[in-house]
C-alpha cells in the first residue's frame, strides 16, 4: 500500500513542481513522455530479474530504487538547482523501479498465501481495499502536502513511502521469498536471459486463459484511462463543473475499497462464476452509466458502480493468477501483462482526443464503451474462462504442463 500511496502522490506533486521549478507546462508534458517508453520496457525485461532472485529481495530493490530516484531531485536542488533535464533523468531512473517493483510484489503474492495462512480471495480482497485507500488518500495527501509545504520537502516525504515500503519488506522472512517449483523444491530459471524472457512470452500467449485475461485487463485501463484521462475532464469542462473532476477519482476509490472488502470478507462463498459475472456486468452498468453522460452526478454514480464491480472483479482475477500462473514464470509473465497496462491508457486517451477533436466527446465516451463492451462478451463467452473453481491437482496436469501446452 505504502509503495501505491507514495506513487499516487508522486502523480499529483510532481507534475505540479515541475510547473514551478521550469514554469512550462510542455516540460511537465516532456517529464511524462520521457519516462513512459523506459517503464514499459522496464516492465518487459525485468521480469527475468524478478523469476532468477529472491522475491523479496527484488520487492525491496526496487521500492529503494523508487526512493532514490525521488530523493535526489531535492538532494540536486540544494547542490545545482533543478531543471527540466534532471527531472527527465531521474524520472527515467525512477521508472525503472515502478512497474518492476510492481511485478516484484505480485509475484510475492503465492508465497504470502503458502507461508501466510491466509486464503487467496481474503488477501486479494484486502489487497484491491488497500489499493483503493491509496489511490483515495493520495491526491488529497499531495494537496495538502503542496500546501503546506515547499516541493523539496513534499520529494523528501514521498521518496520516504517507498523507502518505509522497503523496510516494511525486510520485515518479510527472506526463505518466503524464494522460488520453488510445484513440488516445493526451491528452484530458478536456467538458460540465457533471452531465452528466459522468450520461454514467459510463449507461456503467456500460448495460454488461453491468460491471453483472454490479459486482453480483458488491457481494455478496462484502456477505457477507465481514456475517459479519466480526457473525456471527463472535457465534459466537466462543457458543464462549468470542472472543479468537481477529482471527486469522480474518489467515487472509483471508494467504490473499490467496498467491492475489494465484499470479496475479502465472502470470497470463500458462493460459486466463483457468480463473482466473475457479477464483477463483469456491474463493470459493463457503470461504463455504460458513464458513457452516456447525461449528468454530473450519474457520471459519479457509474464511477462507484465501476469501482465496487471491479473490486469484486480484479480480486477474483487475482486468486486465478494466483492459482494458474506457475511461480517460477510469475515475473515474467506478470511483468509483461503490466508493461502493457502500463501502454494502453495512453493508447486510448490518443484514440479519444482524436475521436472529440473531429466528432464530438459522446462519439468517443461510445467509442470507449464499445470496447469494453466487446471485452465483457469475450469474458463471458470465453471457454477458458467457464470453469474457475480450484483444480484438484492430483487429477489435473501441473500448472506448468498446462500452461506450456495452452489450455490455460
Not at 525485461?45 to 526496487?62: A, H, K
Not at 495460454?207 to 486482453?215: A, D, H, I, K, W
Amino acid at each position: 500500500m505504502l509503495s501505491l500511496l507514495g506513487n499516487s502522490i508522486a502523480g499529483i506533486a510532481l507534475p505540479l513542481i515541475v510547473l514551478q521549478t521550469t514554469g512550462s507546462a510542455l516540460g511537465a508534458g516532456a517529464v511524462a513522455a520521457a519516462t513512459a517508453v523506459p517503464a514499459v520496457l522496464a516492465g518487459l525485461l525485468m521480469g527475468v530479474v524478478i523469476d532468477r532472485i529472491n522475491r523479496r529481495t527484488s520487492s525491496v530493490i526496487t521500492d529503494l530504487v523508487s526512493a532514490a530516484s525521488i530523493a535526489a531531485l531535492p538532494l540536486v536542488d540544494l547542490v545545482s538547482g533543478l531543471n527540466l533535464g534532471w527531472f527527465i533523468l531521474f524520472g527515467i531512473i525512477g521508472s525503472l523501479g515502478d512497474v518492476p517493483g510492481a511485478t516484484a510484489r505480485e509475484a510475492l503474492l503465492p508465497a504470502v498465501v503458502r507461508h501466510g495462512g491466509v486464503s487467496a480471495e481474503r488477501l486479494m480482497g484486502v489487497r484491491e481495499t488497500l489499493g483503493a485507500v491509496a489511490i483515495l488518500l493520495g491526491p488529497a495527501a499531495a494537496g495538502t502536502l503542496m500546501i503546506l509545504f515547499d516541493g523539496s520537502t513534499v520529494l523528501w516525504i514521498t521518496a520516504a513511502t517507498s523507502l518505509v515500503a522497503a523496510l516494511i519488506t525486510l520485515l518479510i522472512p527472506r526463505h518466503v521469498g524464494t522460488i520453488v517449483s510445484e513440488d516445493g523444491i526451491a528452484a530458478a530459471p536456467t538458460g540465457t536471459g533471452w531465452s528466459q524472457l522468450r520461454d514467459g512470452w510463449r507461456a503467456l500467449f500460448r495460454s488461453r486463459f491468460l491471453l483472454v485475461v490479459t486482453m480483458i485487463g488491457l481494455a478496462s485501463v484502456l477505457v477507465l484511462g481514456a475517459m479519466q484521462g480526457l473525456v471527463l475532464p472535457v465534459f466537466f469542462t462543457q458543464e462549468n463543473r470542472s472543479g468537481l473532476l477529482g471527486f469522480v477519482l474518489s467515487a472509483l476509490a471508494l467504490g473499490m475499497l467496498l467491492g475489494g472488502a465484499s470479496y475479502a470478507a465472502a470470497g470463500t462463498r458462493g460459486a466463483r462464476r457468480a463473482w466473475f459475472v457479477t464483477g463483469l456486468a456491474g463493470t459493463t452498468a457503470g461504463i455504460a452509466l458513464i458513457a452516456a453522460l447525461p449528468s454530473v452526478w450519474v457520471v459519479f454514480a457509474g464511477a462507484f458502480v465501476v469501482g465496487f464491480s471491479s473490486g469484486l472483479f480484479g480480486s477474483l482475477i487475482g486468486v486465478l493468477m494466483i492459482e494458474r500462473i506457475p511461480e517460477t514464470m510469475l515475473g515474467r509473465i506478470m511483468g509483461t501483462q503490466n508493461a502493457m497496462m502500463t501502454a494502453a491508457p495512453p493508447a486510448g486517451i490518443v484514440l479519444a482526443a482524436m475521436l472529440t477533436e473531429y466528432i464530438s466527446v459522446n462519439v468517443a465516451a461510445l467509442a470507449l464503451a464499445a470496447v469494453w463492451t466487446a471485452a465483457f462478451v469475450l469474458a463471458l463467452t470465453a471457454r477458458s474462462l467457464r470453469r474457475l473453481e480450484p483444480e484438484n491437482p492430483g487429477r489435473m496436469m501441473t500448472n506448468e504442463a498446462r500452461v506450456a501446452s495452452g489450455e490455460q
